[in-house]
Nanobody, 126 residues
């Protein structure tokens, strides 16, 4: 079974940046919508961003809009999540998953995502 693998997390100071990567081996991500989710301590998982097969089809959570950018590199089979101006409230485990649904990725429900990765921890603290 294909599993996605996240990387790029770590300890970051407030105002800092990270670039998270979502990769898959043995399966192309190019024909799937990819979603990024995060789970903060003591909170439910929430959608952060998604990108459809069409790279112009993207979504950003309101709390992060203007601070994050999602892109895909089909040649490398990786989806990136660039996060800037990080705040302590951005701390959490960031996971990616893929969906075969088409159309606007912001309309894809969480249950329609599969092949979840284990996540990468992002900690924003001074």
């Amino acid at each position: 079974q294909v599993q996605l693998v996240e990387s790029g997390g770590g300890l970051v100071q407030p105002g800092g940046s990270v670039r998270l990567s979502c990769a898959a081996s043995g399966s192309s991500l190019a024909t799937y919508a990819i979603g990024w989710f995060r789970q903060a301590p003591g909170k439910e998982r929430e959608a952060v961003s998604c990108i459809g097969v069409d790279n112009g089809n993207v979504y950003y959570a309101h709390s992060l809009k203007g601070r994050i950018t999602i892109t895909r590199d089909n040649a490398k089979n990786v989806v990136y999540l660039q996060m800037n101006s990080l705040e302590p409230e951005d701390t959490g485990i960031y996971s990616c998953a893929r969906s075969s649904r088409v159309g606007s990725c912001m309309l894809i429900p969480e249950y329609a995502y599969h092949n979840w990765g284990r996540g990468t921890q992002v900690t924003v603290s001074s």
